[in-house]
């Protein structure tokens, strides 16, 4: 089954402190790894498309990675203003545009 | 640029009454639409997708429909909601040759 898993649910930083979250998938034939930003009561956003294993993608204290199984969302010297819950979704050949979601995670940095 | 509007934003029904939520793209012609539901804690679950004027594909069985009467228009609708129709709706975009989707605002939809 066509599986995406995120980890981990929330994680509490403080102001500078560095981390990573987690987007494991199962499916088959992966066509694009998207990461989104979502606020409360908002829609997501998009920050990141990731096609093949290795590449990496940057945008300010943001950087995602991919792997044959999951992708990373590093997060240096986090600001207050990063947080937020963030998505991963995958898309996968026969399944037309269709993304699936990970539940995400949950991140609040404090100051 | 392309943006993409939904309304209402919140809205609040009693059990058994209709429903119909817009979403409206500007800004790009013969888009993908896309119409999914968030419940708390949870992902996004797709309900129905589109790729054009009257083709509505649909991901889950439910009380729910969707339209497409123009371009850039797509429309949920149910004749009867249900409790378990509550949850954050949300409209997305794609382009024809394009994976990464957009998403609109959202509706809270709080059903009584």
């Known amino acids: 089954e066509d599986q995406v898993t995120q980890s981990p649910e929330a994680l509490r930083l403080q102001e500078g402190e560095s981390s990573s979250l987690n987007c494991s998938y199962t499916?088959?034939?992966?066509?694009?790894l998207f990461w989104y930003r979502q606020d409360p009561g908002k829609g997501p956003e998009f920050l990141f498309t990731l096609y093949s294993a290795g590449e990496e993608k940057e945008k300010e204290r943001l950087k995602a990675t991919l792997t044959k199984k999951e992708s990373f969302l590093h997060i240096t010297a986090p600001k207050p203003e990063d947080s937020a819950t963030y998505l991963c979704a995958v898309c996968f050949s026969g399944g037309y545009n269709k993304l699936i979601f990970g539940a995400g995670t949950r991140l609040a940095v404090h100051p | 640029s392309q943006t993409i509007h939904q309304w209402p934003a919140t809205l609040v029904q009693p059990v058994g009454s209709p429903l119909s939520l817009e979403c409206t793209v500007e800004?790009?012609?013969?888009?993908?639409l896309y119409w999914y539901r968030q419940a708390a804690g949870r992902g996004l679950q797709l309900l129905f997708y589109?790729?054009?004027?009257?083709?509505i594909s649909s991901e889950v069985p439910q009380n729910l429909s969707a339209s497409r009467p123009q371009d850039r228009q797509f429309i949920l609708s149910s004749k009867k909601l249900l409790l378990s129709d509550s949850g954050f709706y949300l409209c997305a975009w794609s382009g024809r040759a394009d994976n990464e989707q957009f998403f609109g605002p959202g509706t809270r939809l709080t059903v009584l």
């Open positions: 499916v088959s034939g992966l066509r694009g």
């Open positions: 589109s790729v054009g004027i009257g083709q």
């Open positions: 800004g790009t012609s013969n888009p993908n």
